[in-house]
């Protein structure tokens, strides 16, 4: 089986979660014995990445195509041509769910539910990317959009001027700041290798307006850093009970937790263990994700 992801990002460089939830997919089908590629017409020079070639070639041969967020032009385009078994990947809730889509494969359980007939493809995060290494000093928020709840760091900034914050620029959406702003901000550019920010990350912000899943914390629990999180359907979903929740009203809340999980070490212990085990759990649920759809496929093109 053929199997062609039409993206116009891909890892390791500018690439979210999104386009890691497509490699790991991608590397799971090729651990079935299929054969992988991602077309993305704007890419300039081809490349590999873990053995996935990426290319802007329009693909000949193709039984399966996947296309998800502002890839549909090109989505439709190679299924047209083609005539390949369509699957389109939602990843939020204002995504479209693709009207010409044979499968439509959701990220969450929340968005299944929305999306009728749909199948569940969890963003599979592996222990081995995140678990090695230490624990940095700071306290980190990665994608620096008010969407991801940029003005809640900009609170804490304030409101704990002896602690340090790390902000990381995200590889989409507006970003508030640049380096400068505060003293005891640090702000990074998009990190193509995500080990790199849980270096220097002793716990983990996640003040989101909205999330479908809550793969960062996912990661962070790997390394046991514990996460401080909006009570989103999407963290409630991938942390469950092994993450820390705050309204985004509420500045003084995330203040308070932060300053505990610093000052108490048997607090920041428990909680560091308690994410670390939900991580591995649903590294094990993610891994079946991927071989149900796997197996999908393979029924669908026999």
Request: charged share 20%; proline share 6%.
């Amino acid at each position: 089986m053929r199997v062609v992801w039409c993206a116009h990002l891909y890892p390791p460089g500018g690439a979210a979660g999104a386009e890691w939830t497509a490699h790991e997919f991608l590397l799971a089908c090729q651990r079935r014995g299929h054969t992988v590629e991602v077309y993305n017409p704007a890419q300039r020079l081809p490349y590999e990445f873990e053995g996935v070639p990426v290319t802007s070639h329009p693909p000949r041969r193709v039984d399966v195509c996947i296309g998800h967020l502002s890839a549909y032009r090109t989505f439709t385009a190679v299924a047209n041509r083609t005539k390949a078994f369509r699957v389109w990947m939602v990843h939020g809730p204002l995504q479209s769910a693709g009207r010409e889509a044979d499968l439509i494969v959701a990220n969450s359980k929340a968005l299944q539910a929305e999306n009728p007939g749909s199948v569940l493809l969890r963003p599979h995060s592996p222990a081995y990317r995140y678990e090695q290494g230490r624990r940095g000093e700071m306290v980190t928020l990665v994608n620096l959009s008010q969407w991801k709840g940029a003005h809640v760091l900009a609170r804490l900034v304030e409101l704990l001027p002896t602690v340090g914050f790390l902000g990381v620029r995200g590889a989409w959406d507006e970003q508030q700041w640049r380096r400068g702003r505060y003293q005891n901000l640090t702000v990074w550019d998009t990190q193509p290798v995500f080990a790199t920010v849980l270096a220097a990350t002793r716990i983990m912000i996640c003040p989101s307006r909205a999330e479908s899943w809550g793969r960062v914390a996912v990661e962070a629990g790997h390394r046991g850093i514990p996460s401080v999180c909006t009570p989103t359907i999407g963290f409630a979903e991938s942390m469950a009970n092994d993450a820390l929740y705050h309204s985004q009203a509420d500045p003084h809340a995330w203040a308070d937790e932060v300053e505990r999980l610093l000052d108490d070490p048997a607090w920041y212990a428990q909680w560091a263990r308690k994410a670390q085990r939900r991580s591995r759990y649903v590294e094990q649920l993610t891994r079946k994700d991927a071989d149900r759809v796997i197996t999908r496929l393979e029924e669908a093109c026999a």
